[in-house]
């Protein structure tokens, strides 16, 4: 029987940046389930993230992310509020075509915002946690969100200091991750399965 239990998730809002420093990560490798969950931590203190705006073409989106060599990115609105996350693997991905085909348009009329993850979709848990945590408390808390990230908030200022990515989860710990989202018709069990095929 599995002895790692999930952490305490609230959905995701508000969020800001850090401005203090983090405990820094070690150097990644094939993790062990019961190593300390900060060594995936992504840390957007020592590695902050960049932003593209809402309204961005998804070519343009890409465009950033390859030059940045970045994997995933913030999508802020007109006000710089954080409203999503763009990745490179959702990008590529055949959900952009599926969004395409929902919307009645072609691939290159898409914006971020029609295909970004929105944080309000997103779960967060406090960074005390990752600090008291090991890998598999991760793993089992991503797989019963069941979403692409697991967002860091600081305990004192709620602001966002880190994330976890399911695709580095996948990679590192060398394991099958199942995340269970919910859905409301087949098309959505369609576009899941092949998303996580393609990762």
Same mark, same amino acid.
């Given at each position: 029987?599995?002895?790692?239990? $999930?952490?305490?998730?609230?959905?995701?809002?508000?969020?800001?940046?850090?401005?203090?420093?983090?405990?820094?990560? $070690?150097?990644?490798?094939?993790?062990?389930?019961?190593?300390?969950?900060?060594?995936?931590?992504?840390?957007?203190?020592?590695?902050?993230?960049?932003?593209?705006?809402?309204?961005?073409?998804?070519?343009?989106?890409?465009?950033?992310?390859?030059?940045?060599?970045?994997?995933?990115?913030?999508?802020?609105?007109?006000?710089? +509020?954080?409203?999503?996350?763009?990745?490179?693997?959702?990008?590529?991905?055949?959900? %952009?075509?599926?969004?395409?085909?929902?919307?009645?348009?072609?691939?290159?009329?898409?914006?971020?915002?029609?295909?970004?993850?929105? %944080?309000?979709?997103?779960?967060?848990?406090?960074?005390?946690?990752?600090?008291? /945590?090991?890998?598999?408390?991760?793993? *089992?808390?991503?797989?019963?969100? !069941?979403?692409?990230?697991?967002?860091?908030?600081? @305990?004192?200022?709620? /602001?966002?200091?880190?994330?976890? @990515?399911?695709?580095?989860?996948? *990679?590192?710990? !060398?394991?099958? %991750? +199942?995340?269970? *989202?919910?859905?409301? *018709?087949?098309?959505?069990?369609?576009?899941?399965?092949?998303?996580?095929?393609?990762?």
């Amino acid at each position: 029987m599995n002895a790692f239990t $999930t952490l305490k998730t609230q959905p995701a809002a508000n969020l800001t940046f850090v401005t203090e420093q983090l405990p820094s990560p $070690t150097n990644q490798h094939l993790l062990d389930a019961n190593e300390p969950a900060l060594q995936l931590m992504r840390n957007l203190v020592l590695n902050p993230i960049q932003h593209i705006e809402l309204g961005a073409d998804i070519d343009e989106a890409s465009l950033i992310l390859n030059r940045t060599h970045h994997k995933v990115s913030f999508v802020i609105d007109a006000h710089n +509020n954080i409203v999503g996350l763009i990745s490179k693997a959702r990008i590529g991905s055949r959900y %952009i075509l599926s969004i395409a085909d929902r919307l009645n348009c072609n691939r290159k009329d898409l914006n971020v915002g029609d295909v970004m993850i929105p %944080i309000q979709s997103l779960q967060q848990i406090s960074f005390q946690q990752v600090e008291q /945590s090991n890998v598999g408390h991760i793993v *089992k808390t991503v797989e019963q969100s !069941g979403a692409d990230f697991l967002l860091v908030i600081d @305990d004192t200022n709620s /602001s966002f200091v880190g994330y976890f @990515d399911l695709i580095d989860l996948a *990679k590192i710990c !060398g394991a099958n %991750i +199942n995340t269970v *989202k919910p859905a409301n *018709k087949f098309s959505d069990i369609v576009d899941t399965l092949l998303h996580h095929a393609e990762i």
